[in-house]
């Protein structure tokens, strides 16, 4: 018996306490059985009948509570399993109805429709160009400087770095570069660093252990400044564009860059950066499949508790894209990303990630991760900090990374 309990357990981890533990109710009607058949107990007809009662109520409670989801007028079947209060004006809200064997139908159609609200995008296969500017020697790895057809709207500088005798194809890192109001580092982030990040910059963090990395200039940052933040956005709203969909637009097509290299290996790209960038790291890795670990610091936002908390302000206008709570919730994203494995790094008085919203997504993730046979590959790890990277954080990375990639 003590060992059954470890497979009820397990059961409960995939199931959910919720579903899997209405079986225990039919545990008493087993218990007449086995007694007739081992015992030679006397089972009676009104006990019989008892037992058909409880397991017919058991069955009827199991399948209204699911068609009772499935068809709430105030609910979208989304695919996060935890449930998530709806937000004033049409927020949707995380259910716990799908399972893990639907998981495959319903990843690739939420997917379109999470993608289909990114707004009037260039052509996803569009050819791409890249132009090697300039190629340098700097401490232990080799800086390419490049300039990237990506969009056909406007070329996006970019710097590719490798280990200096690296040879076969690498593991790459798709950096992302932050946000902080400050439109001059974009890029350079990735060789420089900036206040909010560890020494050595991950440049050579990353070399020195064997990776290959990639960053882009995102639109207004780095060598694409010039503009007000502002004054895109409210270009682009008007020609039917999101800022922020042409930024993830651009990294997806970033993608699609590497893979054509010969010094990478496709099979072994991971998504990484911080705040901003940690966004861009979760949306790329929910968009794409080629991302095979994602790793985000302090940016690991739920829109609703950020609603609820009035904490919009905290973030630019790049970060809102029209209709979004309509159809998605910050878990219903990163649900797409199981069951690739995905690192999510977050400090306990970061303002713009309040741990009650990181509680809900948690909570969402660690069930459709177990539902996808995949609970290590989920993991959210928080530190008496604040909105940076600490040493702890740094080096919880790179053992992931270590593990995963």
């Not at 901003?276 to 690991?300: F, H, Q, Y």
Request: with cysteine; net charge neutral.
């Amino acid at each position: 018996m003590f060992l059954g309990f470890f497979a009820w357990y397990r059961g409960l981890a995939l199931g959910g306490v919720a579903r899997i533990g209405q079986i225990q109710l039919v545990q008493p009607v087993l218990t007449l059985g086995w007694s007739a058949v081992l015992l030679g107990e006397q089972v009676t007809r009104p006990t019989v009948l008892a037992a058909l009662l409880v397991t017919g109520s058991t069955a009827l409670s199991q399948r209204s509570r699911l068609v009772g989801v499935r068809r709430s007028p105030a609910r979208v079947d989304h695919l996060a399993g935890a449930a998530a209060p709806s937000v004033p004006g049409g927020t949707a809200s995380c259910v716990s109805g799908w399972r893990a064997q639907d998981m495959p139908e319903r990843v690739d159609e939420r997917r379109q429709e999470l993608y289909g609200l990114l707004g009037d995008l260039p052509e996803r296969d569009r050819p791409l160009h890249a132009e090697t500017i300039a190629e340098e020697e700097r401490d232990g790895y080799i800086l390419e400087k490049l300039l990237l057809d990506l969009n056909g709207i406007e070329p996006v500088p970019a710097y590719f770095v490798r280990p200096r005798n690296a040879t076969g194809r690498l593991p790459v890192v798709l950096y992302h570069h932050a946000h902080g109001s400050d439109y001059l580092p974009g890029k350079d982030e990735l060789l420089d660093g900036r206040t909010v990040l560890q020494s050595p910059s991950h440049a050579m963090a990353l070399t020195r252990r064997g990776y290959a990395a990639l960053a882009i200039d995102f639109w207004l940052f780095g060598e694409r400044r010039g503009r007000t933040e502002s004054e895109v956005f409210k270009e682009m709203l008007w020609r039917g564009q999101v800022l922020w969909g042409m930024m993830v637009y651009d990294s997806l097509r970033a993608v699609d860059y590497l893979v054509t290299r010969d010094d990478v290996d496709a099979n072994r790209i991971a998504t990484f950066g911080l705040s901003m960038g940690s966004t861009m790291a979760w949306w790329l890795a929910a968009l794409d499949e080629r991302i095979k670990v994602c790793i985000d610091l302090c940016c690991l936002t739920d829109f609703q508790t950020l609603v609820e908390m009035r904490g919009l302000d905290g973030h630019g206008v790049y970060y809102f894209v029209p209709r979004l709570l309509k159809q998605f919730s910050t878990a219903d994203i990163n649900s797409l990303i199981a069951p690739r494995p995905h690192l999510s790094l977050a400090g306990v008085f970061d303002r713009l990630t309040p741990p009650t919203g990181l509680d809900r997504v948690d909570m969402a993730l660690r069930r459709v991760y177990a539902d996808a046979g995949a609970p290590e590959a989920w993991q959210l790890r928080r530190s008496n900090s604040g909105h940076f990277e600490t040493a702890a954080m740094r080096a919880q990375v790179f053992a992931f990374l270590a593990r995963w990639l």
